[in-house]
């Protein structure tokens, strides 16, 4: 079987063997079953459960032998014992995807290596693969799909997710990391080089995110990593870089975590853009899949305050971007509004232009904003202004949303400076037209991964 | 005058005269006089302006030298360059405390710079203290009172902030730096060593938060700080670091930046807490008001999932926090809970003696941090687990009150990782008993900010 063959079994498969089901439902059950109903999924479902006729009205199999049609996936949830013959039982099956979700493997003790090791030898001397153990398996909301012991809200979002804890799957608030989502677990078989190499074919997905405990094959990984890098951005979170949190990777999945300068290299080699911590991953997936691409480093920057000019300035300097040189032309329609004593450069501090000349601060924004993005020699805009409730002056949202919706080749983000989370900032947040980041330094960060990705596809090799 | 009654009279004034109130109010008009009545200040007032003889039914005068009784506080809102005469009036008038809102000093150009110096000669002559130019002044919400001249809501927190931009009173969602603030914008005369040296000896301020932007007198600043911060924290936000960022510091309150070497060097010596950017600073800002003292570096990690425990252990080693090591006796509660294959240590991964040994989830949660906490190697616990509408079962947030409600000498943390935020979360963040961080990365610097700083005030000098 060819990769995306072994791969459409475990993300679009049209029957599933639940093996080991609990007859236990409701509240606290984690029913694998419950959950493809409460999801809709529209495949075949079999139960296998030697102790129960059925569950939840669907008829239930002794043994997958017992199952009278063919099974494109097989997920395993019995003591970690009796797994090597339930694997056994499904190559016998001709049963090629068997997800194991079963715990106490490499995770655990020498007899959880060694009954790893087991299953591996099974399933490969039966022709089949196997994605765990010790996993949530697969998630795909384009198909209704998941093995997630939890329910998951999932959404067909165009991001392939490949990962070793089903703490991506769930989420964080305002951060949503997949449409389609791959837990390894422990990775006895299937690793991220089969995964990448799926995504990178997959034309639903559009960005691939990472989270790596440890590479068993890091060669193949870069190969694959980098033959997709140049189609699809590919952002990675590796965790367990310290000594202490390698041991605890051990613990966790049976990783060998490696040395993190190795996973440097390799990453920036292979074109994967690496992050640090899940804030950094869910702003740059936001970034990657709502902003235009950024063809350049030249930032220029609008502010309320002098005070945030400052600040995204530090931020350029921090991350790698530049701050733009304006042209005469931009220099002039915003001199044109300001105080004869200001000098005007960027940052662009557009507060005077409205506090002392007294021209309406929506207008200064407009017209500041104009500027900017029709200014050849700048690559992307940043600007901050804020929000009170008892100001309504302050709002400008229309005058933003009027001047962004006539630049769509350049990226706009936003700090969100204001004590509240407002409706026009909201509203801007929702149209996805410009990205409203928590601090300067987010935003800015985001806007230099964009320009270091664009920058390396558009490189000759 | 001593510092504090000159800065009493910034700070708490029984009476101020407003010089260049605009006759405009309402919407968009930042009428000092309206925003004081908003905010229900309970000293006198008066207008200054020639050209009216009321605004808002207070009666006004053309001229400082009018006002027919004390005035504590001048704060001037004409054009620069009526400012030399009008700082000249006052200290004629036998006002000692001027604001001056007023920009195009420093921040601007040559003019602006002799017009800075002028006044700030005038004021010295005359025995008199400025604040400004290019300032929101001061806000105190103990005394209901502000300078700023857009509308804030305001909280008694017991936070003292001196700051170089308004930004900073304005503020950020879910963020709140201060109950008294001290913009000094340009900072012609009262500088940050004074509104430190005032804040050390308030009673009602028991954290003190500075945003600088340059020093005049870096060695009086130190020794101050010095001083004060054996008393209480005092964490600093310092902007234009970067040369681009130096540049604009130039041009927004005229000030030097300096090298950052230089202030890093001076902030380690003399006990300041330094902060790169909002977020940290309103991380920390929340973790010396409401969690108890820190005193060690080993820390305790709960996780639902052991992929939560090596990015807890990454973030240790990141920031400065060691992983507790556990004594005998919490290793056998957890124990006695789990699969007999888990190896038990410090991070805990709680789900397996739920989900496989069957125990319910409160039970594990509860019984895992009443050990930790309880744990004499242990300075403080982290814990994350997550919550899910879909899966009330893993509501535990009763367990986690009862717990660390008995625990109130070590600070508690938990990582928001989660779809949502719940309401128990909410009520957790709430009760300010546990600080809740959407990161893992933002508890544990947090927490080794807290232990940094106890470390430094317990060690003999």
Redesign the interface.
């Known amino acids: 079987m060819d990769s995306t063959s072994f791969m459409s079994c475990f993300l679009i498969p049209r029957s599933v063997a639940l093996i080991g089901l609990s007859r236990a439902t409701g509240?606290?059950s984690?029913n694998l079953l419950e959950n493809l109903f409460?999801l809709g999924y529209r495949g075949r479902i079999y139960p296998v459960n030697p102790n129960a006729q059925e569950i939840l009205g669907v008829r239930c199999y002794a043994t997958v032998s017992e199952i009278p049609e063919a099974v494109d996936l097989a997920v395993i949830l019995t003591p970690r014992e009796l797994v090597p013959s339930v694997v056994s039982e499904c190559t016998n099956r001709g049963i090629k995807a068997i997800i194991v979700v079963s715990?106490?493997f490499a995770?655990?003790?020498e007899?959880?290596k060694r009954l790893q090791q087991e299953i591996s030898w099974i399933a490969n001397q039966g022709g089949a693969r196997i994605i765990g153990p010790n996993t949530f398996g697969t998630v795909n909301a384009f198909h209704s799909f998941s093995t997630a012991f939890?329910?998951?809200?999932l959404k067909p979002l165009p991001i392939g997710l490949i990962c070793?804890?089903?703490?991506m799957f769930?989420?964080?608030?305002g951060i949503?990391l997949f449409g389609k989502g791959i837990d390894l677990g422990n990775a006895c078989d299937i690793d991220f080089a089969d995964c990448v190499d799926y995504f990178g074919d997959d034309p639903e997905v559009s960005l691939i995110v990472l989270?790596i405990?440890g590479l068993r094959d890091g060669r193949r990984f870069m190969e694959t990593a980098r033959q997709v890098a140049k189609r699809k951005p590919i952002i990675a979170l590796k965790?367990?870089?310290?000594?202490?949190?390698a041991?605890?990777?051990q613990?966790?999945?049976g990783s060998l975590s490696g040395s993190d300068e190795v996973y440097n290299a390799s990453f920036k080699q292979s074109g994967v853009i690496r992050v640090?911590?899940?804030?950094e991953l869910g702003d740059l997936v936001g970034g990657f899949l709502h902003l235009p691409p950024m063809r350049g480093r030249r930032l220029a920057v609008a502010s309320i305050?002098?005070?945030?000019?400052?600040?995204a300035?530090?931020a350029?300097?921090?991350y790698g971007l530049q701050?733009a040189q304006l042209s005469p032309l931009s220099l002039d329609k915003i001199a044109a509004l300001s105080?004869p004593?200001?000098?005007i450069?960027n940052?662009v501090?557009m507060w005077?232009a409205s506090?002392?000349s007294g021209h309406p601060?929506d207008h200064v924004v407009k017209t500041t904003l104009e500027a900017l993005l029709g200014d050849e020699g700048v690559d992307a805009v940043l600007y901050m202004t804020?929000e009170?409730e008892?100001?309504?002056?302050?709002d400008v949202a229309e005058a933003i949303f009027d001047v962004t919706g006539r630049f769509p080749t350049k990226p706009i983000v936003t700090w969100?400076?204001?004590?509240?989370?407002s409706q026009a900032s909201a509203r801007l947040e929702q149209s996805r037209r410009v990205l409203v980041y928590?601090?300067?330094?987010?935003a800015v960060r985001t806007l230099t991964a964009l320009a270091t990705y664009y920058e390396r596809i558009a490189a000759p090799e």
């Open positions: 509240e606290g984690y409460h715990q106490g995770d655990a003790d007899k959880g939890m329910k998951l809200e070793q804890t089903g703490v769930i989420g964080f608030p949503r989270q405990e965790t367990g870089r310290s000594k202490a949190g041991r605890a990777a613990s966790h999945t640090y911590d899940i804030e305050t002098g005070a945030g000019g400052i600040i300035a530090d350029c300097e921090r701050l105080p004593w200001m000098s450069g940052p501090d005077p506090m002392i601060y804020t009170i008892s100001e309504p002056a302050l969100r400076y204001s004590p509240h989370i928590p601090s300067c330094e987010r």
